[in-house]
């Protein structure tokens, strides 16, 4: 199993990024994942979460400005977020859903892309 993050950055406020997540080593289609996130100093929390048939579901701090997407051909999500705050400066995972808490999944923890929204 793998998760591989990309599509990190600098970006001022009120700017644009676009991750993208690929997964590997399990049966993907039939998974639903999450994007999750981590602050410095903070837990690790939920941003935004997509079932297979495309069911998305989010955070109350990022409904509105992010967009979560997947593509089960190519094993792979993607999370649009736009107007970005200063808020949502932490590093990026994904993962399937709950893996916090599921012994498995939480020993594949992918680097995570970090996002720095700055000016």
């Known amino acids: 199993v793998q998760f591989v993050e990309s599509g990190g950055g600098l970006v001022e406020p009120g700017g644009s990024l676009r991750l993208s997540c690929v997964a590997s080593?399990?049966?993907?289609?039939?998974?639903?994942i999450t994007w999750y996130r981590q602050a410095p100093g903070k837990e690790r929390e939920r941003v935004a979460t997509?079932?297979?048939?495309?069911?998305?579901h989010y955070a109350d701090s990022v409904k509105g400005r992010f967009t979560i997407s997947r593509d089960n051909t190519k094993n792979t999500t993607t999370l649009q977020m736009d107007s970005l705050k200063s808020e949502d400066t932490a590093v990026y995972y994904c993962?399937?859903?709950?893996?916090?808490?599921?012994?498995?999944?939480?020993?594949?923890w992918g680097q995570g892309t970090q996002v720095t929204v700055s000016s």
């Open positions: 993962n399937v859903a709950g893996a916090p808490y599921n012994e498995y999944w939480r020993k594949y």
């Open positions: 080593g399990f049966t993907f289609h039939t998974h639903t």
């Open positions: 997509i079932r297979p048939g495309g069911d998305s």
